[in-house]
């Protein structure tokens, strides 16, 4: 079964299933669309967790149209927003090896998990991967991703607990450049962005690839679909420690849309490149926004 | 861009307070300002639109157009509204049962894990011995994660059944009647409300054990779907209580009003960091205050008296209420604050105004040392009184704590501004709030 049909599946099992119902009233009138069908949109994008500024804003942009273009622009402008160029392809290889991606984000998003996925999709497309186990944090972090490697046959290097993840960055990346790995993929440990002795260790381990002449390590920030407007100061605040290059938008197979996505990707211009669907190595999944917005009416 | 809801809904009551008098339209305004503040805050949208209906359905009654001070009279309404969203009283555990079980259930991520190991923690020091259960047998390492935290804090541990969530719980019940445990807490595996085979699982253990708490573990940065998973998790297993995670960031809670408004489960605590005392009880009426800007200097007062002693709590608090610490003071306290926990949980606790400080004045258990390193070099006459502390006396000091002179005069500068500040707040509070204190405490 294809992704989204399984999405849309997962989704319409949810209460709010407003599609059939929208197409219905949008489509009836060609007068001016009405104050009721303003309001439903505004209840739409708000639930979806936009935010009150962006729906004010997206409204006011469709408030003379005619209902069915009002939709339809609306729909537009939300895709729009979303469709922002990847500063490189993930999936391609550097020439001096290895590529280096590493997952941040704040606790409990789905970075260890994500990580396993990435190692999982690049290993697909024959390349060689290798898992970094850098959260030597959190009970038990180290034990998560080697349980996946172990099952999945990646590559790791481990820390210790309570040890310095920049420490496991330098060996890992030694590791990987000998043993030619094309993609050392960082698992870090959670961190609430307000935490500033947290946030500094990025600086050290940017500082070590840096000294490996390793300049352009992709940094993937994970966002779980269910966080509301916190989710934008997330990713201001890590991306003042890290340059975030992509977002992944893990646990969209629940009720909660994701929609803090579109505040964070309409003010950073940081494109979400993959999404999570399930606990499986393969729910993981390209970011498409067309279909990303059509879930928001379904 | 994104101020906190405190600062916006202090925003909105100053203006207010300002007027003599409020036409309709003013309350018009003030109410879709608030409305504005609670959405921003990720307060559900069908919660925040019940409750700026009930702020106006009272507004509008007589008493605002006819009051002497109107202002006075919304700031009280939405008040009394937020606590009586948030629950009116502080909810203790069951505890029932031979022994007595208590389960946590919630999605993934959002800190079962953790939780249980802090809620064992908390009980053991109310002299419980609890056992700690794994039954998480989906989610790898999982088991592990809660075996290396009962073995840190010493709380007894039975490991998962990798075949069956139900066999683990019923393995734990029967071990901790043999060796005399209770309660036993329950780690279930993370699951989504709408997986129907996971929820049954659930209904099992439930129906098999009776467990006399189930406790819904929610993250306290979920947006909008949090009324969607708690309905969901309501209705299946019948919930006694939440716990909201995460508070330590700068989330705004709209959650935890939402969750309690459409279930109607108490919130029983809320988890404040990583580490294991992490924990606290949850006080409906203190976190409204903290919404409203009024801080939660009640349960900062309440943690300095676990740390210190009875006699220097009380001189802290009289301190903190009078706004009359010197250096000297600041000093002393800077060892209880230190042993209060990481400093930023403990700027997140005071009044609004001041959680400004947390951002602007980066300060970290680090600069705290610095501070205290120059304090020290300080002369009693010079703590007491910064006023005489010339270019010369600097040097010293600057000498003396191995800082440079830049350093002693922003702290002094900081010292002064901060105190100001803190003078202005709670005069203003005192005057605004005066009429509410009375039902705070
Ligand atoms: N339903 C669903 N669950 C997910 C998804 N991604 C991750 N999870 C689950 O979410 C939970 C947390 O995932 P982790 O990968 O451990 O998250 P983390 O960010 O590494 O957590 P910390 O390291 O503790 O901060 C686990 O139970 C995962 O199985 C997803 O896309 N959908
Ligand atoms: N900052 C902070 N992190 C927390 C809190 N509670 C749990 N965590 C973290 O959140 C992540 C997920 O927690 P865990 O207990 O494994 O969640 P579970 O999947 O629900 O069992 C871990 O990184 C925890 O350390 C809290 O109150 N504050
Ligand atoms: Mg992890
Ligand atoms: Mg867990």
């Keep these: 079964m294809n992704f989204w049909n399984q999405i849309n599946q997962k989704l319409s099992k949810t209460r709010n299933n407003f599609s059939s119902r929208i197409k219905e009233t949008f489509s009836r009138s060609t007068d001016k669309i009405s104050q009721e069908q303003l309001e439903e949109l505004e209840e739409i994008l708000l639930l979806a967790d936009l935010g009150p500024d962006l729906t004010d804003y997206l409204i006011s942009e469709i408030k003379n149209e005619n209902p069915q273009d009002g939709l339809t622009k609306l729909q537009q402008q939300l895709t729009d927003i979303l469709k922002v160029d990847a500063a490189e392809d993930v999936l391609i290889p550097t020439s001096d090896k ?21 190692a999982y999709l690049l290993t697909e497309q024959d390349n060689k991967v290798m898992l970094a186990a850098a959260d030597t944090f959190r009970a038990a972090g180290i034990e998560q991703l080697e349980n996946w490697a172990k099952k999945y046959d990646f590559d790791l290097i481990k820390g210790q607990y309570g040890g310095d993840a920049a420490a496991v960055v330098h060996d890992s990346y030694d590791a990987a450049h000998s043993r030619n790995v094309d993609y050392l993929i960082i698992d870090t440990a959670g961190r609430l962005h307000t935490k500033k002795n947290l946030m500094n260790e990025f600086n050290k381990i940017q500082k070590v690839l840096n000294n490996k002449n390793c300049h352009r390590c992709h940094n993937l920030l994970v966002l779980d679909a269910t966080v509301g ?3 934008l100061q997330q990713v201001q605040i890590f991306n003042q420690y890290i340059p975030v290059h992509g977002l992944i938008v893990t646990k969209l197979d629940g009720t909660a849309k994701g929609g803090c996505v579109f505040p964070v990707v309409h003010q950073m211009r940081i494109p979400v490149q993959f999404i999570g669907v399930g606990e499986g190595i393969e729910d993981f999944q390209f970011f498409d926004p067309e279909k990303f917005v059509r879930g928001l009416f379904n | 861009m994104f101020e906190n809801l405190t ?6 009551f100053t203006s207010l307070k300002r007027k003599g008098y409020l036409s309709e339209k003013d309350v018009d305004n003030a109410i879709r300002d608030i409305r504005r503040a609670l959405l921003q805050a990720d307060v559900n949208f069908q919660v925040v639109k019940e409750f700026c209906q009930n702020i106006k359905q009272q507004a509008v009654g007589e008493r605002v157009y006819k009051s002497l001070r109107p202002g006075d009279v919304v700031v009280k309404i939405v008040h009394d509204q937020l606590v009586e969203l948030l629950g009116q009283e502080y909810s203790p555990l069951k505890l029932s049962g031979m022994p007595p079980v208590i389960m946590l259930v919630g999605l993934q991520g959002s800190g079962k894990t953790t939780t249980a190991a802090k809620l064992a923690n908390s009980l053991t020091k109310q002299n419980y011995k609890p056992l700690l259960s794994a039954c998480d047998n989906r989610r790898p390492a999982a088991s592990e994660q809660l075996e290396i935290l009962a073995q840190k804090n010493q709380i007894d541990f039975n490991p998962v059944d990798p075949l069956s969530a139900l066999k683990s719980a019923e393995k734990a019940v029967e071990i901790a009647r043999k060796k005399y445990l209770n309660p036993v807490i329950l780690d279930t595996a993370g699951r989504l409300h709408i997986e129907h085979q996971l929820m049954e699982e659930l209904k099992d253990i439930k129906s ?15 947006g909008q779907d949090a009324v969607n998973l708690a309905e969901s998790f309501n209705k299946e297993l019948g919930l006694t209580g939440i716990i909201l995670t995460k508070l330590d960031g700068d989330t705004r809670g709209g959650a935890a009003l939402s969750i309690r408004q459409v279930t109607g489960v108490p919130i029983k605590y809320v988890g404040t960091g990583e580490k294991i005392d992490d924990l606290m009880q949850f006080y409906p009426k203190r976190m409204a205050s903290r919404i409203l800007g009024m801080g939660d200097i009640v349960s900062l007062v309440e943690k300095a008296q676990e740390v210190t002693e009875q006699e220097d709590a009380e001189k802290f608090a009289r301190k903190l209420r ?4 010197t250096l000297d003071d600041f000093l002393q306290q800077l060892q209880n604050v230190k042993k209060l926990g990481p400093l930023e949980n403990v700027l997140s606790m005071l009044p609004g105004g001041m959680s400004g400080l947390k951002n602007d004045a980066e300060i970290s258990d680090k600069q705290l040392a610095k501070v205290e390193a120059i304090i020290r070099s300080m002369t009693i006459e010079e703590r007491n009184n910064p006023k005489i502390i010339n270019v ?6 600057a000498r003396g704590s191995g800082n440079k002179i830049v350093e002693v005069t922003k702290l002094i500068k900081q010292f002064e501004n901060t105190k100001k500040m803190m003078k202005k707040m709670m005069g203003k509070q005192q005057k605004s709030f005066s009429h509410l204190t009375k039902k705070f405490n």
């Excluded at chain 1, 941040?104 to 990580?115: D, F, P, Q, W």
């Excluded at chain 2, 098999?208 to 979920?222: H, Q, R, Y």
């Design chain 2, 322 to 325: 009078k706004m009359t610490f």
């Design chain 1, 98 to 118: 290895p590529k280096v991606i590493l997952i941040a984000g704040v606790n409990g998003t789905g970075k260890t998990t994500s990580a396993a996925k990435i």
């Design chain 2, 208 to 222: 098999k054990l009776n467990p006399s708490d189930i406790l819904l573990v929610v993250d306290a940065m979920t």
């Design chain 2, 7 to 12: 600062s916006r809904i202090t925003t909105v």
């Design chain 1, 229 to 231: 407007l916190n989710g």
């Design chain 2, 392 to 397: 010369s006396r600097k040097n010293r000091i």
